[in-house]
């Protein structure tokens, strides 16, 4: 059983973004191959990989841009009540 983890060994935390970027670049490569291979023609295969790309992209922009989001220090815990919902004082002054 292994013991603690030594602050000498530390283990970097996976990219997680990069590794789901790699596996769907992967997978415009390999469902186009997989459709010709079962008979799909070569354009209806194209288009297939394109729709791929595409979908790839935007869910990569997506990622970026939370993953930087979540990077960004939080709010100031002042303009939130305990419940979680924001303070307005402006609007309803009895809150």
Do not use: N, Q
Request: glycine fraction near 8%.
């Amino acid at each position: 059983m292994p013991g603690p983890r030594s602050p000498r060994d530390p283990h970097p935390t996976p990219d997680t973004v990069s590794d789901v970027i790699r596996w769907a670049a992967f997978s415009c490569v390999l469902v186009p191959v997989v459709l010709v291979w079962y008979g799909t023609s070569l354009a209806g295969a194209a288009g297939a990989a394109l729709g791929l790309a595409a979908v790839t992209a935007a869910c990569r922009v997506l990622l970026r841009r939370s993953e930087r989001g979540a990077s960004v220090a939080p709010r100031k815990e002042a303009d939130v009540t305990p419940g979680g919902r924001h303070r307005s004082t402006d609007r309803f002054p009895h809150l």
